[in-house]
């Protein structure tokens, strides 16, 4: 059965912190990782969700969510390789769903690109998002030079809202970052 521990910098174990570390860095490419410092200090803050995922007593996946008002934003969901292919998941999304009914919550994913490397990984994303309940959004984000689609949860989010919930989670080190480009 799925269980979710709140990641604390305060609280959680070093273990419990290192495993996290690994699963995180393993899962995402570098270019798309917000540095895990910086997601452990932040998970302390109220409008954040760092949440250790547990099939048991069995470490199985991460998610990383950011709140402003009633729009959550899903910034990373990872499930280890040794348990993806069994529903986890799918669990997991539907455990979101449940636990933040009132909100509407939001992801992105690297836009489709037939010339990419991973555009087959991309294409299975989306159906698995798609399956899961999520509605494609008419608007894209270009971060880092990597072009990312939103979905969500059948409720509609604008840009704007997106822009400030990630100022208010990087607050004044936004000004440090590139700017992000949002095509319609």
């Known amino acids: 059965m ?9 609280s959680s174990s070093d273990e419990e912190i290192a495993k996290l570390k690994f699963l995180y860095r393993k899962s995402f490419p570098r270019d798309e990782q917000i540095p895990f410092r910086t997601l452990l200090s932040k998970s302390d803050k109220d409008f954040v969700d760092f949440l250790a995922v547990y099939d048991d007593d069995l470490l199985i996946g991460l998610v990383y ?19 993806q292919s069994r529903g986890f998941g799918s669990q997991i999304l539907q455990a979101l769903k449940k636990e933040y009914t009132n909100q509407r919550i939001c992801l992105t994913y690297e836009k489709i690109d037939p010339k990419a490397d991973n555009n087959a990984q991309r294409l299975a994303r989306i159906k698995f998002y798609d399956k ?33 919930l990630k100022k208010k989670f990087f607050g004044k080190m936004l000004y440090f970052m590139p700017k992000d480009k949002i095509y319609k």
């Open 2 to 10: 799925l269980s979710f521990n709140k990641i604390s910098k305060k």
């Open 132 to 164: 899961n309940g999520f509605d494609y959004l008419n608007f894209y984000i270009e971060e880092y030079h990597v072009l990312y689609s939103f979905m969500s949860n059948g409720r509609p989010v604008n840009p704007k809202e997106y822009a400030d």
């Open 65 to 83: 969510l950011m709140h402003d008002g009633d729009l959550t934003y899903l910034s990373y969901l990872a499930v280890d390789d040794d348990f």
